[in-house]
């Protein structure tokens, strides 16, 4: 009977394991060489914001608030996030993502380790500063911003 008690016991704990890890799981989309593009194709005639982004980044952070807001206030705005973090952080960046409502926007993530040539495929003139913002119309004509951007700024440039 104890055995029996025993196998249930562990039944369930690896069964909450499980969940807990399923649970911290977040579906990025892979950026690798070529993703840029996929983008690009993906949006053809229509316009979208790419928002580069990090956990380490106290500035990306606080500008999670104001996307949220946004993506609540226009759900159809094409808003596209990159992680340049490595996959190692998938927890903390799923829980940045909960915690702001950013969980259903596309979600990519660099998680290779040939950022440089990422950030190059990208935008020749970036050299890593983040957050970086990029707003697309729907030519695909775009305005580059490193920074923090006001609310005032992302209306203007996404003329609201």
Known sequence: ??????VLLL???IANVHSI???EETHFKKF???SYQQL?????NKPFVLIIWSITCS???KEMAFISTLHQQQPKLNLILLTVDDLSANAE????LTKYNLIDLENWGFFEGHAAKLRFEIDPNWYGELPRTYF???????????GLISEEKYKQLLAL
Do not use: E, V
């Open 11 to 13: 039944g369930l704990l």
């Open 93 to 96: 960046i799923n829980h940045i």
């Open 1 to 6: 009977m104890n055995i029996k008690i025993i």
């Open 59 to 61: 500035p990306c952070l």
């Open 136 to 146: 697309f119309d729907k030519h695909h004509q775009r305005t580059a911003i490193s």
């Open 40 to 44: 690009l194709n993906h949006y053809k």
């Open 32 to 34: 690798q060489q070529g």
């Open 21 to 23: 890890a399923h649970s």
